[in-house]
T-cell receptor, first 112, second 109 residues
């Protein structure tokens, strides 16, 4: 079945540590997105990529980095510069800019 | 600044009731409006609305868009406990999707 796979489901970060969240899709979608969801805040866009080797900052990119070396993969690194990283992170993809997004099951990141 | 505003932010009703969720928007270069249902994990797609006044329906759920007044409603009739979720409204503009904060719906048995 085609879909989006995020891993791990739960992740714990120590102070000062970088962590990388994985997002893989086999839907052959060009565009991929990373969102952060906090309680009562809805989804906020971190980064997005509409094509391989290209990506743009979203509304809350500070403290995060991404890469898009393959069409199928769009990993997100939460750096030590992100002072409040505890949140639920969702990855999404779409076959066209004007199409609904498909979401992965998310990664819940917590600080130790 | 573009914004998508959902109301109410939370709602508690009894099983069998009908609910109406609201989504208003101020977005430049509007393309479409989306509704998603989010239970514990991934939001799942419900409806995409592009034209004004055309109701979309799926079982007990229906939705309509008013592009003149810049809002959409999502109706759920004969609610069931399985309808308990966060309902997200989002607007597609030229280059990205803007999400509202969601309405948290809880159905009491």
């Amino acid at each position: 079945d085609g879909g989006i796979t995020q891993s791990p489901k739960y992740l714990f970060r120590k102070e000062g540590q970088n962590v990388t969240l994985s997002c893989e899709q086999n839907l052959n979608h060009d565009a991929m997105y990373w969102y952060r969801q906090d309680p009562g805040q809805g989804l906020r866009l971190i980064y997005y990529s509409q094509i391989v080797n290209d990506f743009q900052k979203g509304d809350i990119a500070e403290g995060y980095s991404v890469s898009r070396e393959k069409k199928e993969s769009f990993p997100l690194t939460v750096t030590s510069a992100q002072k409040n990283p505890t949140a639920f992170y969702l990855c999404a993809s779409t076959g066209g800019v004007y199409q609904p997004q498909h979401f992965g099951d998310g990664t819940r990141l917590s600080i130790l | 600044e573009d914004k998508v505003v959902q109301s109410p932010l939370s709602l508690v009703v009894h099983e069998g009731d009908t609910v109406t969720l609201n989504c208003s928007y101020e977005v430049t270069n509007f393309r479409s409006l989306l509704w998603y249902k989010q239970e514990k994990k991934a939001p799942t797609f419900l409806f995409m609305l592009t034209s004004s006044g055309i109701e979309k329906k799926s079982g007990r759920l229906s939705s309509i868009l008013d592009k003149k007044e810049l809002f959409s409603i999502l109706n759920i009739t004969a609610t069931q406990t399985g309808d308990s979720a966060i309902y997200l409204c989002a607007v597609i503009r030229d280059d990205k999707i803007i999400f509202g904060k969601g309405t948290r719906l809880h159905i009491l048995p």
